[in-house]
């Protein structure tokens, strides 16, 4: 404690009313526990990138140093078991093995149950691909900010996905008369389809829902809901339906010939092309999360981007999808915010510097500019395309010629505002 | 569009039948009610699909659906394991104990397909897509839907006509109206029990194989069928083969038409009408 005084005088920097001490870098390795699907129907589309991702990343930071000199030690734990477990696993990594930060969750539903903790518990925990707009908002507009002190998402909600479906569907089919829903029935679902409803009314007010269906999330016959899509006649089908599911009902879909007169609009459905392969229906309008895809930015525009590509190619054999994305956002967010705040304390932060350093934070990835707010949630533009077959690649990809981007302030409320709110007021 | 819910009704009951009527075999003969039915379900899925994945299109189309009865036969044998060295072990006890320890046997076959196939999806939709679709009155159906609905059939037919024509199918009626007269009459039980045993889950996991080629196999895969199967059961009636075929036709057009014109409820509108009938006839529909 003899320390305290001397440092606190010498640097003038902002410290803790208790007197900051300037810690010195530590020689150990720093610890990130990295959450994501590793087993069930999740693990192909989404966790297994999302693992292979963290893994990559903290491989090529290590090789260039590590963060402050410090190496990185992964620890990769799978969501799968149900909420209970990961609560119990959230606990053990922070009160007994102590890690530095988790980067985790893909489900909504872990987000909801494990954020709370950080500040419960005191340890840093990083959302990485879990949409849930709830997760960081009030219960009413205008609300205050941040809802918990160590919890983050480094990536948008799903706010921007589903207003930027409503966008290209007024863009593109301006004349549609009816639209449906499937979505899964838990917080992701029901919230996804809310944004885009309450878009859609707004937007185009003269279009009727005629269908919203509910399975539940992991169902894994849709034999029953795609006859009731295809019964009931819509020209467009919303659906935020993910990883095995979103699978599973496509090729399902494909196999009753629902893609005959009906066209999907998935929120997020940039990993299913390559997952499903060359049958993939053409002219589907999918959504990427943010703007991530392995081609855009076109790579001679963004030299990050294809480096990421390459990389991950090169590693695994396969194109990156937005898991993939998202997870080189959440360890580079933390890597970015670390040395931010180490600068400003001049030695190793504590948890609250590095909270303190992530707000305002903004850096370029392989997608674009992410920047993550005094909300602690990150703000993206969107990517929307059309599924088109070409001979260049196995799978149909977005038609290069229409890929429509909204900036990141068209499709993202403002703070401390709730998303259904600011959408109302669009004029 | 009431044609193709109808057929899809009809595809959803062929299933329920098999995995009811597997159960109300174990039942009926044995009156062990088997939780781990669900798993042999699962393990008749994760072997046709392995196997589909295997050998692929190297075969002529006619083999791969002959793969699908590797389903009935793995999970036969499993079935066969299962008895020898658990379920012989329970005749004489209550039921609690039946339960907790197929309920044991169901977590143990959950890690053993776990440790053999891993946690990844399983998808093999070869014979799915061999078959093509077929127009129905203006409706396009998948022609893989009614292949499984005759295999139902004839798997239904196959065993009336065993129980009811057979010296080994009246054999296992006696014991499942009165086995201690049965035991009087020189019936050997053991075996027969084995028998049933063995019959009951391999109807299981065709019924898993059957699925396969519309729906990926992975863990967890057994859950819903068991708890479907056993509405079936407690609906139709516990032990009859006639109330699990009407119990299968109840619930699976209940899935289907209520999917379509009750969504919100699509979960609990199962239940509710399983229960309507409970309160009204206790045992059942065909219950004794």
Same mark, same amino acid.
């Given at each position: ?427 | ?8 009704? $009809?595809? *959803?009951? /062929? +299933?329920?039948? %098999? ?5 109300? &075999?174990?039942? !009926? ?71 907790? $320890?197929? *309920?044991? /046997? +169901?977590?143990? %076959? ?5 440790? &053999?196939?891993? !946690? ?71 075996? $027969?029990?084995?028998? /049933? ?92």
């Amino acid at each position: 404690m003899g320390a305290t005084a001397m440092t606190a005088g010498t640097l003038g920097t902002a410290s803790k009313a208790i007197g900051q001490t300037k810690k010195p870098i530590p020689k150990d390795p720093i610890k990130i526990a990295a959450i994501s699907f590793l087993t069930g129907a999740a693990a192909a589309p989404f966790g297994i990138p999302g693992y292979n991702t963290f893994a990559m990343c903290a491989d090529v930071i290590n090789k260039e140093g590590g963060i402050l000199g410090r190496k990185i030690e992964l620890l990769s734990k799978d969501e799968a078991g149900g909420v209970d477990a990961q609560v119990k696993l959230c606990r053990k990594l922070v009160l007994e093995d102590k890690v530095d930060v988790i980067l985790g969750y893909i489900s909504s539903a872990s987000c909801q149950a494990i954020l709370p903790l950080a500040d419960e518990l005191g340890g840093l925990i990083i959302a990485y691909d879990c949409g849930t707009h709830e997760l960081m908002e009030g219960a009413k507009s205008p609300y205050e900010v941040p809802k918990f002190k160590l919890g983050f998402r480094s990536k948008a909600h799903l706010g921007i996905d589903n207003i930027g479906l409503a966008l290209v569907i007024k863009k593109y089919f301006p004349k549609i008369k009816t639209i449906a829903g499937i979505n899964p029935d838990y917080a992701w679902g029901r919230e996804s389809w809310q944004i885009f409803e309450v878009a859609m009314k707004k937007l185009m007010p003269q279009v009727e829902v005629v269908k919203t269906l509910w399975p539940p999330l992991g169902n894994t016959d849709y034999t029953a809901h795609i006859s009731a899509l295809m019964g009931a006649k819509p020209d467009i089908v919303h659906s935020s339906l993910w990883g095995g599911d979103a699978v599973t009902y496509t090729k399902q879909a494909m196999g009753m010939g629902f893609f005959k007169n009906i066209k999907m609009a998935y929120s997020r459905g940039e990993p299913y092309p390559q997952e499903v392969g060359k049958d993939f229906p053409q002219e589907q309008i999918i959504c990427c999360a943010g703007t991530h895809y392995f081609l855009y930015p076109p790579h001679d525009k963004s030299p990050l981007n294809k480096w990421f590509v390459a990389e991950y190619q090169k590693r695994y054999g396969k194109y990156p999808t937005y898991p993939c994305y998202h997870a080189y956002q959440a360890i580079y967010a933390y890597k970015y915010a670390v040395e931010k705040a180490a600068k400003a304390v001049g030695g190793w932060p504590e948890l609250d510097d590095i909270a303190k350093a992530t707000v305002g934070l903004s850096f370029q990835t392989p997608s674009g500019t992410l920047t993550i707010r005094e909300d602690h949630n990150a703000i993206e533009d969107v990517l929307v395309g059309f599924t088109k077959l070409t001979p260049k690649y196995p799978f149909p990809i977005l038609d290069p010629k229409r890929l429509e981007v909204f900036p990141a302030s068209q499709v993202n409320a403002p703070v401390g505002i709730k998303t259904v709110d600011w959408i109302n007021s669009w004029k | 569009m009431w044609v193709v819910y109808t057929l899809n009704g $009809l595809y *959803f009951a /062929a +299933l329920l039948f %098999l995995i009811s009527l597997g159960l109300n &075999i174990i039942l !009926g003969v044995m009156g062990i009610l088997n939780l781990a039915h669900g798993s042999l379900y699962a393990i008749g899925a994760f072997i046709a699909a392995w196997i589909i994945i295997a050998i692929g299109m190297k075969v002529p189309p006619f083999f791969l659906y002959i793969t699908l009865l590797s389903g009935f036969v793995l999970a036969g044998f499993v079935g066969f394991l299962m008895e020898k060295s658990l379920i012989r072990f329970m005749y004489k006890r209550t039921l609690e104990y039946q339960l907790l $320890l197929t *309920f044991g /046997a +169901l977590m143990l %076959l959950e890690d053993v397909i776990k440790m &053999i196939w891993g !946690g990844q999806a399983y998808y093999a939709s070869a014979p799915f897509d061999l078959l093509g679709k077929v127009d129905i009155g203006g409706n396009i159906y998948p022609t893989y839907f009614l292949f499984v609905m005759i295999i139902a059939l004839m798997a239904g037919l196959f065993i009336w006509l065993f129980m009811s024509k057979t010296k080994l199918g009246i054999m296992l009626r006696a014991i499942s109206l009165d086995r201690e007269m049965a035991t009087g009459l020189g019936l050997d039980i053991n075996r $027969l029990s084995t028998f /049933a045993f063995v019959l009951g889950s391999g109807l299981a996991g065709l019924a898993g194989a059957l699925v396969v080629p519309t729906t990926p196999a992975l863990l967890g895969f057994g859950h819903e069928p068991l708890i479907l199967g056993f509405i079936v059961v407690v609906v139709g009636g516990l032990g009859s083969l006639k109330g699990a075929l009407v119990g299968a036709l109840l619930v699976g057009f209940t899935r289907s038409f209520g999917i379509a014109i009750f969504p919100e409820i699509e979960l609990p509108l199962l239940f509710l009408i399983a229960g309507i009938i409970l309160v009204v006839k206790p045992q059942g529909l065909f219950g004794r």
